[in-house]
């Protein structure tokens, strides 16, 4: 095991590591559950954005096991780079292994390269909160648990900042989901990126058992919610570092 403590033993990341991928794929062959983990959640756009001017800038989001929420984002227009990594604790504890202990700071996180002009941080942050995760689950997601899988967004500056706390607000004054909001705002972290075994995995994985089951409807959701902001073709980071 990598040190993580599970609840859905099945379909976790730490229960297919011991098994081995071909021993878990055999077992899905029978255990396929018919519904995806996570529903989405249709939402309003943010009333507060940012100025749609072209440019680059870099938004840090942390939502569960960071495969699903970097495949996601990989498949939006106006996104350069969408890059898995940890960000909330000490460079010297950025490691898959030391994360995963849930006693680093850190957060299993994405970090995402865009142009205002394509696609502003308010609608990143509507994909984020409607498909991307479900920002009512503290401290896990889905089958993970542990505070390096919280629901927090990394404000890069003071715009970033207000206009993720008046979204929270705004939606949980709109009460769309079945429990509060309970996203945190963080500032000054770094990101770190992850391990390259961890870069693209949905798309060079896509019959894994947990990305089948957690993963694959999120990019779905976002084509079916989304289809001004979806890109068929991700933005691969390993392609492009080649």
């Given at each position: 095991?990598?040190?993580?403590?599970?609840?859905?033993?099945?379909?976790?990341?730490?229960?297919?590591?011991?098994?081995?991928?071909?021993?878990?794929?055999?077992?899905?062959?029978?255990?396929?559950?018919?519904?995806?983990?996570?529903?989405?959640?249709?939402?309003?756009?943010?009333?507060?954005?940012?100025?749609?001017?072209p440019g680059?800038?870099?938004?840090?989001?942390?939502?569960?096991?960071?495969?699903?929420?970097?495949?996601?984002?990989?498949?939006?227009?106006?996104?350069?780079?969408?890059?898995?990594?940890?960000?909330?604790?000490?460079?010297?504890?950025?490691?898959?292994?030391?994360?995963?202990?849930?006693?680093?700071?850190?957060?299993?996180?994405?970090?995402?390269?865009?142009?205002?002009?394509?696609?502003?941080?308010?609608?990143?942050?509507?994909?984020?909160?409607?498909?991307?995760?479900?920002?009512?689950?503290?401290?896990?997601?889905?089958?993970?648990?542990?505070?390096?899988?919280?629901?927090?967004?990394?404000?890069?500056?003071?715009?970033?900042?207000?206009?993720?706390?008046?979204?929270?607000?705004?939606?949980?004054?709109?009460?769309?989901?079945?429990?509060?909001?309970?996203?945190?705002i963080e500032?000054?972290?770094?990101?770190?990126?992850?391990?390259?075994?961890?870069?693209?995995f949905l798309?060079?994985?896509?019959?894994?058992?947990?990305?089948?089951?957690?993963?694959?409807?999120?990019?779905?959701?976002?084509?079916?919610?989304?289809?001004?902001?979806?890109?068929?073709?991700?933005?691969?980071?390993?392609?492009?570092?080649?």
């Open positions: 095991m990598t040190g993580i403590e599970k609840t859905r033993p099945f379909f976790t990341r730490g229960a297919m590591a011991v098994l081995g991928f071909a021993a878990v794929a055999a077992a899905a062959f029978w255990q396929t559950p018919a519904r995806s983990a996570e529903d989405a959640v249709v939402i309003p756009p943010p009333a507060m954005d940012e100025k749609a001017a680059s800038e870099t938004a840090i989001f942390a939502g569960g096991c960071f495969w699903g929420v970097q495949g996601v984002f990989q498949h939006v227009k106006g996104v350069s780079k969408a890059v898995s990594g940890y960000t909330g604790g000490a460079k010297d504890d950025a490691v898959y292994e030391t994360v995963g202990t849930g006693r680093t700071g850190h957060a299993e996180s994405v970090e995402i390269t865009y142009d205002p002009s394509k696609v502003t941080y308010g609608q990143l942050l509507q994909v984020y909160f409607s498909v991307a995760h479900n920002p009512t689950q503290l401290n896990y997601q889905g089958p993970d648990s542990g505070t390096q899988y919280r629901s927090t967004i990394f404000a890069e500056n003071d715009t970033q900042k207000k206009i993720a706390q008046s979204y929270i607000d705004q939606l949980d004054k709109a009460k769309l989901y079945p429990a509060p909001i309970v996203t945190t500032t000054g972290k770094t990101f770190y990126p992850a391990e390259n075994y961890h870069q693209d798309t060079l994985n896509p019959t894994y058992p947990y990305i089948v089951y957690n993963d694959l409807p999120k990019v779905a959701n976002l084509k079916q919610l989304f289809p001004a902001l979806y890109s068929e073709k991700p933005v691969l980071v390993l392609s492009a570092s080649n």
